[in-house]
């Protein structure tokens, strides 16, 4: 009661909006709109394919239905569309989503902007629709509308509800009632309507605490019942009962990591898109809870393991429930919405993919996965100028200052196998936070000096000489540029320091002796990035990068073209020591309190 009394205000568990990590019993962190539609399509999935996976004749150990509450704001949400249209393709039978038809949104009647007709559209996705005439009254047919959607198994089902909102006040089915308390008379009137004493305010009648403790009743007999059933299926399958286990209590396998490729300076040059291939075939057998897809770009993204089988319903003859590998289609913000609900059921590690210039259609729900604590992977491929000739719309330039702006996100911009390797291990043991792996079209070469127990420090100096005149910092392609722009300073007696930063996050948070370890001071230090330099300001002294968009031509034109050469990185390194040989050299990593 004390919290319903602090409704809105610091720390109480009834905040503006639910939040899963604030208050037991909530799924996901939802409010803007479209989302809560989009995370229950990746519940329902989360729930098909447990139950593919671990159900037995005789033992429905995991058998729940997905429901989800939903309006018209949702409905005209794009992310809801994209969503739904899944859903539909997949036949996801056990999912149910109740339609507030109440014909109000924020600026007033519906009839201003949306007058489709829902239950068509719904059609022609492929679910089942029902309608609610009353919903303010009619109980037992809200009832029976779930009864009989629950008989439709391989169509997920949208029931219509008309309702009045407001119902009861005297600003009933206007938008004046939608978030503004209502007034004391309208309260008091609204109260004696529906039986209350209005001089009462917060008070719970005998009746309801009853019935809901009856409820409770009912659910801890379920409970017992399902544990019996469960000990039963421990007997008959312990190697099942023992994985589901694992998983739901978040565990990783023992070991796992050890799958993890490495590599030397003799192997061939690779792109990193093609070395995030290899780790994941390397860990799809050792973790299976591993699921994911890519947006239609399967081929380019390369997120398909050798082994993989489609998550599809078995009518379609392209794969079964118990498949783990996802075809979300061109539906970026879908996909990264479905992939929290996912992860919100509990039991799965996904992954999502696409272009890394097109995560920004799906930062709506990359930015709830980081608020809720999800642990979700998204695998960014084409992540730079270095795609080539697709061009501006193609390059990603900003990208990644917004993902390394929202809080709780770790990205990584991985220069050779060993890094990525090190970008998985991380992004899958952070168990509350998501992850960006941004990811090269052209071959990078495996650099001397770099391991996967490295990245897991953020920074760390690849190329090391005695006494250093100035430091190269560069991310993903970047490095071996940089590599090559040490050399060509050493020629004129110069010593540069390399410095691979894969993620800026996680050398954030490594200890200020380590920092200073790998940013010495007085030395001044140089950044590389084939992207926008914006943020660069707290490592660097100096930034080479992007302040333009892009242009389309082949990669090693568009590199020449932006100053980002190893010739034209050591030409700035050599005016930028002689500018700080009579200009104060500020120490950035200073932490003043």
Not at 242 to 269: F, H, I
């Amino acid at each position: 009661m004390d919290d319903l009394k602090s409704f809105r205000q610091m720390n109480s568990k009834c905040p503006g909006h639910p939040e899963n990590f604030m208050t037991e019993g909530i799924e996901v962190t939802t409010g803007p709109l479209g989302q809560g539609i989009a995370n229950a399509v990746g519940l329902a999935i989360a729930e098909a394919n447990t139950a593919a996976t671990f159900n037995r004749d005789g033992f429905p150990v995991v058998d729940n239905y997905t429901y989800t509450i939903l309006g018209d704001g949702c409905l005209q949400e794009g992310v809801s569309a994209e969503a739904a249209s899944l859903a539909g393709h997949l036949k996801l039978g056990k999912l149910i989503a109740l339609y507030d038809d109440n014909k109000i949104q924020i600026d007033g009647s519906t009839d201003v902007a949306f007058t489709e007709d829902v239950c068509k559209r719904f059609e022609s996705y492929g679910w089942h629709t029902l309608v609610v005439e009353d919903g303010d009254n009619d109980f037992e047919a809200l009832t029976n509308a779930i009864m009989e959607a629950k008989k439709v198994t391989e169509k997920p089902t949208l029931i219509k509800i008309r309702t009045v909102i407001g119902y009861g006040s005297l600003l009933q089915g206007s938008e004046k009632v939608h978030g503004a308390p209502l007034s004391n008379d309208d309260l008091a009137q609204l109260k004696t309507k529906f039986g209350f004493d209005p001089a009462q305010s917060f008070i719970v009648p005998q009746e309801v605490r009853e019935l809901y403790s009856n409820v409770h009743k009912q659910g801890s007999q379920r409970e017992e019942e399902w544990n019996v059933m469960f000990e039963k299926y421990t007997q008959q399958y312990p190697e099942l009962a023992q994985e589901l286990k694992r998983r739901v209590g978040n565990e990783l396998p023992k070991g796992w990591e050890s799958a993890l490729p490495r590599y030397t300076p003799a192997d061939p040059a690779v792109a990193t898109r093609k070395l995030s291939e290899i780790a994941l075939n390397k860990i799809a057998e050792v973790i299976p809870e591993l699921v994911g897809g890519s947006a239609d770009l399967t081929h380019s993204n390369l997120t398909r393991w050798k082994s993989a089988v489609d998550f599809q319903h078995e009518s379609t003859e392209l794969g079964n429930y118990a498949g783990r590998y996802i075809r979300f289609g061109v539906r970026e913000h879908g996909m990264a919405a479905i992939c929290n609900g996912i992860t919100a059921y509990g039991g799965f590690i996904p992954f999502c993919s696409t272009f890394l210039n097109f995560i920004s259609y799906a930062l709506g729900a990359t930015r709830l996965a980081a608020l809720s604590h999800l642990r979700v992977i998204y695998v960014m491929t084409h992540d730079s100028i270095g795609l080539g000739e697709d061009g501006p719309t193609h390059q990603p330039i900003e990208t990644l200052t917004s993902l390394r702006a929202t809080p709780n996100t770790l990205v990584f911009r991985p220069a050779d196998g060993n890094e990525v390797s090190g970008a998985y291990l991380a992004a899958i043991e952070n168990k509350q936070r998501p992850s960006v792996l941004a990811l090269s079209r052209q071959n990078l070469p495996h650099l001397a000096g770099s391991s996967i127990e490295k990245t897991l420090k953020g920074a760390y100096v690849l190329n090391e000489v005695a006494n250093p005149e100035v430091v190269l910092v560069a991310t993903g392609s970047e490095v071996s540029i940089c590599v090559e722009a040490s050399e060509e300073l050493a020629k004129s007696n110069i010593k540069a320091r390399i410095v691979s930063m894969p993620s800026m996050e996680l050398f954030d948070e490594q200890e200020q002796s380590y920092k200073e370890s790998v940013f010495p001071r007085g030395v001044p230090v140089i950044s590389v990035e084939a992207m926008s330099t914006f943020g660069w300001t707290k490592y660097a002294h100096v930034s080479i990068g992007m302040t333009t968009f892009g242009a389309s031509a082949p990669a090693d034109q568009l590199y020449e073209k932006f100053g980002i050469t190893p010739s034209a990185i050591a030409d700035k390194a050599a005016k930028t020591i002689e500018f700080y040989k009579s200009e104060p050299l500020p120490y950035l990593l200073v932490k003043p309190f």
